[in-house]
């Protein structure tokens, strides 16, 4: 257990609809960021939130958003769903002071 | 905009061989660090280089950060099927870090 933890394992949702995945980070760690990883492919960043607010955005499409709460945990949401956006989506957080990364178990998202 | 290539894309071994995956960025990095993510697993970080030339070792693992600190390299000795997986790199651009592409290794018993 990384002390990451991510939400739901799975899932499976149909093309159109929109998905919610939640991530709370290891306790006393600020930041999060949240990854995209296609089969067979490498981790492309979405977005990082540091105590609630935005701090950097990456390859994010426009029908995802994320939001960090008062209590640390983010949710990234996903909407208007499409074949392509089945993957692993990996959350990760960090502590102030440090500077490794420490991924959760990640959310295979499979839109069908 | 900053980017971090990293090659090869796959390496298959045969147990007992060595294996090495290469790190380039476009710009000095002010550190590199190197994870590993086990088939159906997470990535894991490994460790971070920090210093020009800096080479760093774990049992069979050998990590390298180049003198110009735009170039790393993670080498295994004498691969064991416990290091299948796939390797990245990743290097800072503002404040998230940037991660390279990755490498799978594939070992063969």
Redo the contacts between chains.
């Keep these: 257990d ?1 002390g990451v933890t991510q939400t739901p394992k799975h899932l499976i949702t149909a093309t159109g609809q929109r998905v919610t995945l939640r991530c709370s980070p290891r306790s006393g760690d600020l ?1 999060v ?1 949240w ?1 995209q990883q296609s089969l ?4 492309q ?1 979405l977005i ?1 939130y ?1 105590n609630g607010e935005e ?2 955005k ?1 390859n994010i499409l426009e029908r995802f958003s994320a939001q960090q709460f008062p209590d640390l945990h983010s949710e990234l949401n996903l909407s208007s769903l499409e074949l392509g956006d089945s993957a692993l989506y ?1 959350c ?1 957080s960090r502590s102030s002071g440090g ?8 959310t295979r998202l499979t839109v069908v | 905009g900053q980017q971090v290539m ?1 090659i090869p894309q796959y390496q298959h071994v045969q147990e007992g061989e060595d294996f090495t995956t290469y790190c380039n960025s476009s710009t000095t990095l002010s ?1 590199i ?1 190197w ?1 590993k993510q086990r088939p159906g ?5 490994l460790i ?1 280089l920090v210093k020009s030339g800096e080479v760093k070792k774990q049992k069979r693992l050998t990590f390298q950060f180049g003198e110009a600190k735009k170039n790393s390299s993670l080498h295994i000795t004498a691969t064991q099927t416990t290091d299948v997986g796939t390797y ?1 790199c ?1 290097g800072p651009v ?9 490498t ?1 290794l594939t070992v063969k018993p």
């Design positions: 990384s930041s960021y990854y067979d492919q490498g981790l960043f990082q540091y701090r950097a990456g990996f990760a500077s490794s990364y420490t991924f959760g178990s990640g | 990293q550190n660090q994870y697993g997470h990535p894991v970080f971070q990245f990743a503002g404040n998230d870090m940037r991660f390279g592409a990755g799978r």
